[in-house]
């Protein structure tokens, strides 16, 4: 950690290592290998969950019975629909705009059509959460659709949140396997402790701004390459590299010009990623499924030879990795990839916001003045050179 003491007030670049919250919602555990949503291990969840209930735990506290369950899927529902002029704005950023572009604007959109945006009391702001979850898989299927330049699919509400997803996006009812492999990898992606998209969306709500604001500003943290957006890029290499023979060469070529091997490494874990161990059985079956299973072996010599080399310094598959073949083997073009990990984050995005919210403290960090302190005599522009 980069960091130092200057008149008793310790500076952390990026805010490394420095405690700003707490939270009851998750945690990572990067020396063991874990991620905890409320006490509850990622593995078990999503062999045994589904996207909803973990919504519904991240922001409701615990797992719903039944009739809280069947609610929540009321509530979901009723506020699944999308207005038109969503649809028209996403049709006019069309294929100009980045995705994840069009996705901020749409949700910072929606605000407009609700009357009560600003009034911040909890139980408004939590109508305000489930309507945005509730309607994201309709915005991003529709975006994906639209880069695609193919029709945007309206209402299908008897779909689970993952197969409505995989509806809208790819213009087919898809099998039960695909929707539990999609279902997963939202699972997988719906918290993750203090990333850089959740601190953005605790700064938005700590000034009281609303859920809408709060989701906007995660959504624009997310789409910087350092945050969404490798598993774009690890697909890319791969397909680049092409077959498991030529991936000895072209990753000492990397290495040799000291570049990053996309879908490796972690801040956190130092260890395999738990989400990469779970997703790699699903990206082995569903890339033979689908005639893509060149693409997993590729993979997995890649895994091999990077383990072999880096795995002693920590550095393993990241959950980047196997999730960027996951979707383009389903169909899904790679630029829907980064809105695809929002659609899974924002219940975790949604929970933090409304947790910080219940004990709020403004954001107000410090800077270190490192220019100069003067005072300097002021010249004015005709004199100055
Ligand atoms: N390939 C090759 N070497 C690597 C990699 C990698 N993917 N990741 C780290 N290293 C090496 C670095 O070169 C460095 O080596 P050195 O000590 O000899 O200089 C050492 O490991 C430490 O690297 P840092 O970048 O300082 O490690 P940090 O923990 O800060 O980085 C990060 C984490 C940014 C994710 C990095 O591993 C990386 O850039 N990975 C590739 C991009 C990627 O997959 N990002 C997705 C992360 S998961 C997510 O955001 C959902």
Do not use: C
Not at 131 to 148: E, N
Not at 229 to 256: C, F, Q, T
Request: no cysteine; aromatic share 10%; charged share 25%.
């Amino acid at each position: 950690m980069e960091s130092s003491n200057t008149q008793n007030n310790t500076y952390a670049k990026g805010l490394e290592g420095v405690i700003a919250a707490e939270t009851e919602i998750g945690f990572v555990d990067g020396q063991e290998g874990r991620l905890v949503y409320r006490g509850y291990d990622i593995s078990v969840l999503s062999e045994n969950s589904n996207y909803e209930e973990i919504s519904y735990l991240l922001n409701f506290g615990k797992l719903p019975n039944r009739k809280q369950m069947t609610e929540y899927l009321e509530q979901m529902r009723a506020n699944s629909e999308v207005p038109q002029d969503t649809y028209d704005l996403i049709q006019t950023y069309g294929k100009k705009a980045h995705p994840m572009v069009t996705l901020r604007t749409v949700i910072s959109n929606l605000a407009s059509y609700d009357p009560r945006e600003s009034d911040s009391s909890i139980e408004n702001q939590k109508r305000i959460a489930i309507s945005i979850i509730a309607k994201m898989p309709a915005i991003v299927g529709a975006i994906h659709r639209t880069i695609l330049g193919k029709d945007i699919l309206k209402s299908r509400s008897e779909l689970s949140y993952a197969g409505s997803f995989l509806y809208y996006a790819l213009g087919r009812n898809p099998d039960p396997v695909e929707t539990k492999i999609m279902d997963t990898a939202l699972m997988l992606h719906a918290d993750h402790g203090m990333n850089a998209s959740t601190f953005s969306a605790l700064v938005t709500i700590s000034t009281l701004a609303d859920i809408y604001s709060a989701t906007t500003s995660a959504i624009s943290t997310l789409k910087g390459p350092l945050h969404g957006g490798a598993n774009e890029r690890a697909l890319k290499m791969i397909m680049d590299i092409g077959s498991p023979e030529k991936a000895g060469p072209y990753l000492e070529a990397m290495v040799a010009r000291k570049e990053k091997i996309m879908g490796f490494g972690h801040r956190v874990y130092k260890v395999y990623d738990p989400r990469a161990k779970i997703l790699k059985k699903y990206a082995s079956y569903i890339s033979e499924k689908s005639d893509k299973k060149s693409i997993f072996e590729t993979a997995n010599k890649v895994e091999e030879i990077m383990i072999n080399k880096l795995g002693e310094k920590g550095i393993f598959p990241n959950v980047d990795f196997y999730s960027g073949m996951i979707y383009y083997s389903m169909g899904l073009t790679p630029e829907i990839f980064t809105p695809i990990f929002a659609l899974g984050r924002i219940s975790g995005w949604t929970a933090r916001s409304l947790e910080y919210l219940q004990n709020n403290k403004l954001f107000r960090p410090k800077a270190l003045y490192v220019g100069e302190r003067g005072p300097k005599t002021y010249i004015s522009i005709q004199e100055r050179q």
